[in-house]
């Protein structure tokens, strides 16, 4: 068990948290980066990335571990640990941790972003970044004039299939129930697309897929009225049931909206504690980007910087 003390503490190593650190640290600001279970972020997930500018292309792993190193050889300190309990009514800020560590910082940038909603089938996880996706503005590049599975009906998984059709030559969309849950003016759009067809009251029991080149050829759904069990050809599955942002710990601690999602000042990082800000897709319910937490980190640092110089 060890206490460390640190001018300016950054939950999470993902776009955000890097490129928080990056700021900070260039301000000669003492920065610790906590990693969190998931080191790299989401972008770990994800094989090829096209639309994070200065690389025409590159892995998740390799982006992320490239943003570590800048920030490591700037001067931050990273460790390898998972915050589970935060104390922020009192300063220093304390941060305790699942190996029994304690963080004391007089600033906090929480940039922990959040994790897509999954299926839990295997297939899933072993085709994951080889046809399965949980984000169309990503991925969907990768299927013009292709066929694509979108799971889901509410909002999100309405607009990624509409998103989806402008590029692929056909769209799937499953959803468990039969009427859709997103807002009419989207369900409306998508019964005029001719591109786009719904399989109804049906669930996917498996992705199928095929070995060496690792690809997805297609689901097996059930339908849950009939138990009718059918396979359909497909080149790409996008899951959109939802996202959870990584903020149970900070219940009762920050305000959070009715999602879950931390709130911050208008035009600001700021939370409602002052000292402790917020970054990334922790706190963007809608555009969950690499590069845009990336910006958001960068706004978080400057506004960290201009309190620790007020506190200093
Ligand atoms: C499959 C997939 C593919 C994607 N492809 C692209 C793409 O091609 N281009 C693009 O721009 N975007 C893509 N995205 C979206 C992009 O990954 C996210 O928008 C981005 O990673 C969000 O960055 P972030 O730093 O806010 O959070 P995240 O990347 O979610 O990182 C959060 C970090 O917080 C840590 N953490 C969580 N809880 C705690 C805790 N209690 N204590 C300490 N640390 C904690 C985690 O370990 C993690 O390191 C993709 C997302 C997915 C799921």
């Not at 046809?131 to 979108?150: H, I, K, L, Q």
């Not at 080149?213 to 497909?234: C, F, H, L, M």
Request: negative net charge; glycine residues 8%.
């Amino acid at each position: 068990m060890a206490l460390y003390t640190t001018d300016l503490l950054i939950l999470g190593s993902g776009p955000a948290g890097y490129t928080a650190a990056i700021y900070a640290v260039r301000a000669g600001v003492d920065v610790t980066i906590v990693s969190g279970n998931q080191e790299g972020g989401q972008l770990t997930m994800t094989s090829t990335i096209e639309n994070f500018p200065g690389f025409e292309e590159i892995s998740g792993f390799e982006l992320m571990e490239k943003m570590k190193q800048q920030a490591i050889k700037l001067g931050a300190k990273f460790i390898n640990d998972h915050i589970v309990e935060v104390d922020f009514a009192h300063r220093p800020f304390i941060c305790s941790s699942e190996n029994g560590h304690s963080y004391k910082a007089k600033a906090v940038i929480v940039a922990t972003g959040s994790s897509a909603k999954w299926l839990n089938l295997p297939s899933e996880k072993k085709y994951l970044g080889y046809g399965v996706s949980a984000c169309a503005t990503c991925d969907g590049f990768f299927y013009r004039n292709r066929t694509v599975v979108v799971v889901g009906g509410g909002n999100s998984a309405v607009a990624e299939a509409l998103y989806l059709a402008t590029l692929a030559e056909k769209v799937i969309l499953v959803h468990r129930r039969h009427k859709l849950r997103a807002d009419k003016i989207l369900q409306d759009r998508v019964f005029e697309n001719r591109k786009i067809t719904v399989e109804w009251d049906s669930v996917v029991e498996e992705i199928l897929g095929a070995e060496e080149p690792k690809k997805v050829t297609g689901i097996r759904i059930r339908n849950v009225e009939t138990d009718a069990v059918r396979e359909i050809s497909a080149d790409g599955v996008f899951v959109a049931v939802g996202h959870q942002p990584n903020t149970d710990i900070f219940r009762g601690n920050l305000v959070l909206d009715s999602k879950g999602y931390i709130v911050t000042h208008e035009n600001s990082s700021a939370t409602d504690v002052e000292g402790v800000f917020a970054a990334g897709d922790v706190k963007d319910p809608k555009y969950k980007q690499a590069v845009i937490s990336a910006g958001s980190g960068a706004i978080a640092a400057m506004d960290a910087i201009n309190y620790l110089d007020t506190v200093a």
